[in-house]
């Protein structure tokens, strides 16, 4: 039988021997890293009664893991270039692994914050450089199935970190949710030493001062964010600070970058249309995934009373839902125009949304699955072209800066996120208390036929309407939340439909080329 011609791709930047063995070790290490930004969120009452902290103390272990893994980020580019692809993944991976082990041993509070900082420098620069490495590895035919690959790691690993995270706190012990990442780390080192290449090593010159901004900027973000609520925010001098910084690191580093003559970060990436608007949207869509996953476990156990394990169960088929539809976008990537994806992707999440604004009290459990299965699909359908879109016309020597602020952006995005949702939520229970209070008086119909006791002024019943009053108020907030976060969903629209789909080739290909392109379909 005649064998059938291969179809002829364009050759990627760097070919490989063993592609999927490659990609299996970049995604392994990619969950690992990612797993851990909220694997750990369900085992902090468990730390804290074991290191002696106290609650408002024990939000550090996260704090330090987010404030250095944001600062070190941007890193990402320069030290692939100065030390290798190869070589710093890994650094990273080892180093990573090995933090995780120290946090699984921490005897004491001080001790976790410095292994959860360390943890972070090492474990930032892990996805920015596995999305270069796919990036530059595979075909632009096949980017977005590349893509999906790499966004399944991306989205449903922390979607599923706080499943994960509970059956082992609840399970072993909580320091199996650092101590699991050792077999881990341990077979991703390996595999990559085996299956990466080796890339070439480029003299560039470190940026100190531009660095510096950024990571003031960064540093003073996350923390603002992260304390903000404490401090109740503006009312403290400390914000205040926070800000400045802030206003005064960026704005100082983007003069920087568009004057130096060899800038820490290129700020020309930006000047790529696709890439701007894509490090919109997932600004975005950090916001909306992140405020979800931070405002659905304390509304299930808060006000539903579900336990932990049984509300993180809840949770997953959302997970598996991105999963699925990551699947079926990796076949559907170069047959279906990625703006279409992305804005099938957008209905489904501001469906879902809509559907999260009618929760009550009264429901049981399936609105949240069902939610959160269509909120998932819809999630698959938007990050893989998006990812694609962003760097569907971006050239390759910018891929390195590239996918790190990328990645710093999708972080912002997700610490901006819950600290927004958080602050609506307080700030709106007290409002809906206040109005919910105000219909209750002595001449009201309903309080009059319904609660006479209360016109008496009794201690007990004046408690139990407060608290009934203080639940409905919660319920409320939580749903201002859902529209908030529904409105920002339909807000990108106009930027899905403004991106530019990649150029086609304008010029016949040389020998050379047509050469690469057979050499790499037989590799396939």
């Not at 990108?492 to 304008?506: H, N, S, T, Y």
Request: glycine share 8%; proline share 4%; charged share 10%.
């Amino acid at each position: 039988m005649a064998r059938s011609t291969p179809q002829l791709i364009s050759a990627p930047a760097i070919i490989v021997k063993n592609k999927g063995w490659l990609t299996a070790a970049l995604m392994l290490a990619t969950i690992m890293q990612v797993l851990d930004t909220t694997i750990a969120n369900v085992a902090l009452p468990h730390m804290a009664a074991s290191l002696g902290a106290a609650q408002n103390e024990i939000t550090w272990v996260l704090t330090s893991y987010i404030v250095a893994a944001a600062i070190a980020t941007p890193l990402t580019g320069w030290l692939a270039d100065r030390l290798g692809q190869k070589r710093l993944f890994l650094i990273a991976v080892i180093g990573f692994t090995v933090a995780s082990a120290l946090c699984g041993i921490a005897s004491s509070l001080p001790e976790m914050v410095i292994f959860r900082l360390i943890q972070g420098l090492f474990g930032a620069v892990i996805a920015p450089l596995a999305q270069t490495v796919i990036l530059n590895i595979n075909p632009k035919e096949k980017l977005g199935q590349a893509m999906a690959i790499y966004g399944m790691g991306i989205m449903v690993a922390p979607i599923i970190g706080p499943t994960l995270g509970g059956y082992l706190t609840e399970t072993f012990d909580w320091r199996w949710v650092f101590l699991i990442n050792l077999p881990v780390g341990i077979g991703a080192a390996f595999m990559l030493f085996i299956f990466m290449p080796a890339t070439d090593i480029k003299k560039r010159r470190f940026d100190f001062f531009g660095f510096g901004m950024l990571a003031i900027a960064v540093g003073a973000l996350q923390l603002m964010l992260d304390r903000g609520a404490d401090n109740f925010w503006f009312s403290s001098v400390e914000t205040w600070v926070e800000l400045g910084l802030v206003i005064s690191g960026l704005w100082v580093f983007v003069v920087h970058c568009m004057t130096a003559e060899n800038p820490f970060i290129d700020i020309r990436i930006f000047k790529d249309l696709n890439f701007m608007l894509a490090s919109v949207m997932m600004f975005v869509v950090g916001i909306t995934l992140f405020s979800g996953l931070a405002l659905l476990p304390p509304l299930l156990q808060t006000l539903m009373g579900y336990p932990v394990i049984f509300s993180s169960v809840i949770m997953a088929p959302r997970g598996v839902a991105t999963l699925v539809s990551m699947m079926v976008v990796g076949r559907l990537s170069g047959k279906v125009d990625a703006r279409i994806m992305m804005l099938f992707g957008t209905g489904c999440m501001a469906y879902s949304l809509y559907g999260m604004t009618s929760f009550s009290l009264e429901m049981d459990y399936w609105p949240v699955v069902t939610t959160g299965i269509m909120q998932g699909f819809g999630m698959g359908f938007l990050f893989v072209p998006l990812s694609t879109m962003a760097f569907a016309t971006i050239a390759p020597r910018f891929r390195g800066d590239a996918t790190s602020m990328f990645a710093l952006v999708r972080n912002m995005g997700q610490g901006v996120g819950i600290s927004l949702v958080t602050a609506v939520l307080a700030s709106m229970m007290q409002v809906n208390h206040a109005e919910l209070a105000a219909r209750i008086t002595a001449t009201s119909q309903n309080v009059i036929n319904q609660m006479p006791s209360l016109l008496s002024g009794n201690a007990t019943v004046t408690a139990t309407i407060n608290g009934l009053v203080t639940q409905q108020a919660a319920m409320l907030a939580y749903l201002d939340d859902f529209w908030l976060m529904l409105l920002l969903s339909l807000a990108v629209i106009p930027l899905i439909l403004i991106m530019r789909g990649p150029k086609k080739a304008d010029r016949p290909q040389t020998a050379e080329e047509k050469a690469l392109e057979r050499a790499h379909a037989m590799a396939e």
